[in-house]
T-cell receptor, first 113, second 113 residues
Framework: QKEVEQNSGPLSVPEGAIASLNCTYS??????FFWYRQYSGKSPELIMS????GDKEDGRFTAQLNKASQYVSLLIRDSQPSDSATYLC?????????????FGTGTRLKVLA | EAGVAQSPRYKIIEKRQSVAFWCNPI?????LYWYQQILGQGPKLLIQ????????DSQLPKDRFSAERLKGVDSTLKIQPAKLEDSAVYLC???????????FGNGTRLTVT
């Protein structure tokens, strides 16, 4: 089983809709969780971080974390064509007393104008 | 705050040649990471430094890859000799501490022919 799993997509949503991106992880002692956006040919940029169970909102973005079920999701409200990108889920876990980031393969999002 | 600096942006070499990449992290960031990202995949950790010590190099192909971080600041990643499958984007990232978000440089796109 992969440590961090994401559906590769593409996930297509119409402009103005809510895009829902999901990520599951295998390590129960994972500490913190991040969503990165990566445009084609660019490097990943941080858009959300979440450390405790529940929802965290930042503008049009909401991250949701459920440690018991080992999943983290990202909701994008009022999706815009400029949101079209690959969204990477990253999980920070402790291994041999060292923090270690594991990335999923990313979900490609297409917002249709 | 200046971001993570990487050079070069692009590099094309023939197989069996050598290549080196340079990274300067955000000032004050103790942890530095080198990731390899193959097209369509998530970033894969090659090596992680805490100050100038290596904390994780379990996925570094040590027969051909080497990395160092002098004085706990700049870092260099070298490949010698390169193989076709090394064609990828090499991303450098840094974080303030182990549980903090990663900040990525622009990456180096390597093509091995």
């Amino acid at each position: 089983q992969k440590e961090v799993e994401q559906n590769s997509g593409p996930l297509s949503v119409p402009e103005g809709a809510i895009a829902s991106l999901n990520c599951t992880y295998s390590d129960r002692v994972s500490q913190s969780f991040f969503w990165y956006r990566q445009y084609s040919g660019k490097s990943p940029e941080l858009i959300m971080s979440i450390y405790s169970n529940g929802d965290k909102e930042d503008g049009r973005f909401t991250a949701q974390l459920n440690k018991a079920s080992q999943y983290v999701s990202l909701l994008i409200r009022d999706s815009q064509p400029s949101d079209s990108a690959t969204y990477l889920c990253a999980v920070n876990m402790v291994s041999n007393r060292t923090y270690k980031y594991i990335f999923g393969t990313g979900t490609r999002l297409k917002v249709l104008a | 705050e200046a971001g993570v600096a990487q050079s070069p942006r692009y590099k094309i070499i023939e197989k069996r040649q050598s290549v080196a990449f340079w990274c300067n992290p955000i000032s004050g960031h103790a942890t530095l990471y080198w990731y390899q990202q193959i097209l369509g995949q998530g970033p894969k950790l090659l090596i992680q430094f805490q100050n100038n010590g290596v904390v994780d190099d379990s996925q570094l192909p040590k027969d051909r890859f080497s990395a160092e971080r002098l004085k706990g600041v700049d870092s260099t990643l070298k490949i010698q000799p390169a193989k076709l499958e090394d064609s990828a984007v090499y991303l450098c990232a840094s974080s303030l501490e182990g549980n903090s978000p990663l900040h990525f440089g622009n990456g180096t796109r390597l093509t091995v022919t």
